[in-house]
C-alpha cells in the first residue's frame, strides 16, 4: 500500500504478510501473522537455570473437592505474539518502541527497510492524536520542512494524511463511533486521528557503550533544541526516549518526536529569563503543607500538561506556561535520570547485535539487563500528583539540599558504574553535581549555551576515562 491509497481509508489496513521467525504461525483474518508461544512465566527456564511455571492459585472449588483436598492444576498460559510483516506498504524488521500507557496516544514505533535501497533501515510510527494536536502538528511540520535539515533534528515525514478529500476529519468520534458534529462536543473524551510519519533510524539512549557517548547524546539534542527554537518551534516533551545517539563514533546526538511541539515566535531562546510567579520562600514553605491538587479547567478528560512526568519541569508541574526554559530543566532531569537507569553499558557483541536488528524489541524478552530501578529518592518524581512532584523537585533543588541530594545520588551511581571503572563514579557525580548547581544558582533559567558548555567541559576534563570502554560498533 502506498501513501496514497492509504489516504482514502478511513482507518488503513496497517499490517499485511504472514511470515515470522519463530516457530509456529499462522495468517489471521486481521492480516496479522500470529504465534502462539509459552510466555516467559509458564514452564520456563532462564540461563541460569531457575525454572518457572504459572501455577493457578487454588480457589475455593480446588481446595474442596467432594469432601477433599483436591490437587492443584498448573495451568498453561499462552504468549500471542502479532508480529507485522509489512506496515504501510514496507517490510517491517520489528517494533522498537511502544507506548506502556493504557490510556494515550497508542504510540507504535516500526522498523523498516527503504523502498528505495532495500537495506537502510528508518523508522515509522504511528500514533493516535487528539484532533487539535495533528493540526498543531501539521504546522510544526510544515515549519520544518521550510528551514531545511539540521544535523541535530530527526526531521519526519507524514505518510498518512488524516484530512478526508472534502475537508473533514476522519476521527475516532466521527468516523468509528459514526457520532455527529453537535454530538462530538459533548462527548467528553479525546477525539483522535490516526497520524504515520517516517524518519531516519539513530541509535536509543539505551544503547550507548560509554558515560561519554550519552552526554555526546545530550549535547547533540541540546544543539537541535535550540535551532527549534530559532525558527520558532518549542518542544515541549524532553525525555530520555526523545534523544538519539549517533550511528558514528564521536557524533552528537540528535531530538526527536514532535508530537507535542508547537509553533511559536523565532529566537525565542534570546528572551530574559520570565521573573518566578512563586517566590522561594513560598515553595520552600510549601514542601511542609498537605499535597492539593491542581485545578484543571472544564476539559476533565484531556491532559493539562504536555511532556513525560519524571521530566517534567517544575514550572510546567504547577500548570505555568511552557517555556524553553522548562525544556532545558527537562534536559537535567533526563541527564540525572539516565545514569540511574542503568547498570552500564550493554556488552559488545549484544550492542553489535542490536545494531545489526536495527535496535527492534525482542519479543518476550523483556527489558534490557542493564535497566534498573530508580532509588527511592528519585522515584518520587514519577509518582503522586503533579502539585506534590513540583515541591519535592522544588525542595531538591534548592542550594541548601544540594549536600542531601549528592549524598543519595553518589551510591547508587558507585553501585551501578563501578564495575566499567572505578573512576566512573566520581566523574558522573562531579557532572550532575556542576549541573544541579548550575540550575539551582539561576533559579532553573539555564541557556542552551550556559548547559553546553558545562558538558562540553567534563567531556574534555574526563575525555580519558572513555578508554575503559570498549567501542562495540564497525562504523
Known amino acids: 500500500m502506498n501513501s496514497d491509497s492509504a489516504s482514502q481509508s478511513v482507518v488503513p489496513p496497517i499490517f499485511s504478510g504472514s511470515t515470522s521467525e519463530l516457530e509456529t504461525s499462522c495468517s489471521t483474518s486481521s492480516g496479522f501473522p500470529n504465534t502462539d508461544l509459552l510466555s516467559a512465566t509458564s514452564r520456563t527456564t532462564s540461563s541460569k537455570g531457575r525454572s518457572t511455571s504459572t501455577g493457578s492459585k487454588r480457589g475455593p472449588d480446588d481446595v474442596m473437592k467432594h469432601g477433599r483436598k483436591s490437587k492443584s492444576r498448573k495451568r498453561t498460559v499462552t504468549l500471542r505474539a502479532f508480529i507485522p510483516v509489512r506496515v504501510h506498504g514496507r517490510e517491517c524488521m520489528g517494533i522498537l518502541f511502544t507506548s506502556g500507557s493504557i490510556r494515550g496516544r497508542g504510540t507504535t514505533v516500526y522498523v523498516v527497510v ?35 535539515p539540521h544535523p541535530n533534528v530527526i526531521i519526519p515525514s507524514r505518510l498518512f494524511d488524516p484530512m478526508a478529500k472534502d475537508g473533514r476529519v476522519d476521527s475516532t468520534l466521527g468516523s468509528i463511533r459514526a457520532l455527529l458534529d453537535d454530538e462530538m462536543q459533548q462527548f467528553q473524551v479525546e477525539n483522535r486521528v490516526l497520524t504515520v510519519t517516517m524518519s531516519d533510524l539513530r541509535r536509543p539512549v539505551a544503547y550507548f557503550w560509554s558515560p561519554h557517548d550519552f552526554v555526546r547524546g545530550v549535547v547533540g539534542a541540546l544543539l537541535g533544541h535550540q535551532y527549534l527554537c530559532e525558527i520558532g518551534i518549542l518542544h515541549r516533551d524532553i525525555s530520555e526516549n526523545n534523544i538519539v545517539l549517533s550511528l558514528c563514533r564521536g557524533g552528537l546526538g540528535a531530538l526527536i518526536d514532535f508530537d507535542m511541539a508547537i509553533v511559536g515566535r523565532p529566537n525565542m531562546h534570546k528572551d530574559p529569563p520570565p521573573p518566578p510567579s512563586i517566590p522561594k520562600k513560598e515553595i520552600l514553605a510549601s514542601l511542609l503543607q498537605p499535597s492539593s491538587p491542581l485545578l484543571v479547567n472544564d476539559k476533565p478528560y484531556k491532559a493539562q500538561r504536555t511532556g513525560t512526568t519524571p521530566y517534567m519541569s517544575i514550572g510546567v508541574l504547577r500548570g505555568e506556561p511552557h517555556t524553553h526554559y522548562d525544556d532545558i530543566e527537562s534536559f537535567l532531569y533526563v541527564l540525572v535520570l539516565f545514569f540511574l537507569s542503568y547498570k552500564g553499558p550493554l556488552e559488545k557483541e549484544a550492542l553489535r547485535k542490536a545494531r545489526a536488528q536495527g535496535f527492534i524489541q525482542q519479543v518476550g524478552a523483556g527489558r534490557l539487563p542493564h535497566v534498573t530501578s530508580w532509588p527511592d529518592m528519585f522515584e518520587r518524581w514519577a509518582s503522586g500528583s503533579h502539585a506534590e512532584i513540583s515541591r519535592r523537585k522544588a525542595g531538591d533543588l534548592n542550594t541548601v539540599s544540594h549536600t542531601n541530594f549528592i549524598r543519595e545520588f553518589y551510591p547508587n551511581i558507585c553501585s551501578r558504574w563501578e564495575s566499567g571503572s572505578q573512576s566512573t563514579a566520581p566523574a558522573l557525580a562531579d557532572l550532575i553535581l556542576d549541573c544541579w548547581m548550575t540550575f539551582s544558582r539561576h533559579d532553573l533559567k539555564v541557556a542552551h549555551s550556559q548547559f553546553i558548555e558545562l558538558l562540553q567541559e567534563w567531556l574534555t576534563q574526563y575525555a580519558g576515562d572513555e578508554s575503559n570502554y570498549v567501542y562495540p560498533f564497525d562504523d
Request: no cysteine; glycine share 6%; charged share 30%.
Open 114 to 148: 527503504a523502498a528505495d535501497d532495500g537495506k537502510t533501515y528508518l523508522a515509522l510510527k504511528t500514533s493516535w492524536q487528539d484532533v487539535t494536536r495533528a493540526e498543531e502538528q501539521t504546522a510544526v511540520l510544515k515549519r520544518l520542512s521550510n528551514h531545511g
